[in-house]
């Protein structure tokens, strides 16, 4: 009898906890409180920033049978390294450090740096040989295309007006 009791309440529960999930999943233009409606407003902002960078790559030191194999792993060396420039100017870099001492000697001094983050919308601008050894990529971040892809995900908003009951 009380195992037949747990199990609908256990339904209830999950009945009420996956109305619950789907209802808030809907984007709502107008959230309806108990005595006042909001309206939202999308904002834009006023300039979109453009970011560039540049990465390089030797070419000698890359694998491959022959000169143009290893050419085109410099070209996209190159290529990754401007992104993790880019990355580093949107996200920043995380510093890690860490020293040792003993007997007030300095023993062990250990620097590391690391970059994380998504880029979407960048642009190859040019790719071209620097001296004999060396390939550089140029790329370009336009903040409007990136705005423009945020907004598919998660539009920004602001009140636009309030009516209250």
């Known amino acids: 009898m009380i195992s037949k009791f747990v199990n609908r309440i256990d339904k209830a529960l999950i009945v009420s906890v996956l109305a619950?999930?789907?209802?808030?999943?809907?984007?709502l233009e107008s959230m309806y409180y108990s005595d006042k409606q909001v309206e939202?407003?999308?904002?834009?902002?006023?300039?979109?920033?453009v970011l560039t960078a540049v990465g390089y790559a030797p070419i000698s030191s890359q694998m491959g049978n022959n000169d143009s194999v290893k050419m085109l792993m410099a070209i996209k060396a190159s290529?990754?390294?401007a992104y993790k420039e880019l990355?580093?100017?949107?996200?920043g870099q995380r510093i890690d450090t860490e020293q040792s001492l003993a007997n007030?000697?300095?023993?062990?001094?250990?620097?590391?740096?690391?970059?994380?983050?998504?880029?979407?919308?960048?642009?190859?601008?040019?790719?071209?040989?620097?001296?004999?050894d060396v390939y550089a990529t140029e790329l370009s971040l336009d903040f409007q295309k990136v705005y423009d892809i945020y907004l598919s995900t998660a539009r920004p908003r602001k009140v636009k007006d309030v009516v209250y009951y």
Not at 40 to 49: A, F, K, L, S, T
Not at 87 to 91: D, F
């Open 104 to 132: 007030l000697v300095l023993r062990d001094n250990e620097l590391k740096a690391s970059v994380e983050g998504v880029i979407r919308g960048a642009q190859v601008i040019k790719s071209y040989p620097v001296g004999e």
């Open 40 to 49: 939202w407003e999308y904002v834009q902002p006023e300039e979109y920033p």
């Open 20 to 27: 619950l999930s789907v209802s808030g999943c809907k984007t």
């Open 79 to 81: 290529k990754l390294d």
């Open 87 to 91: 990355a580093e100017q949107v996200y």
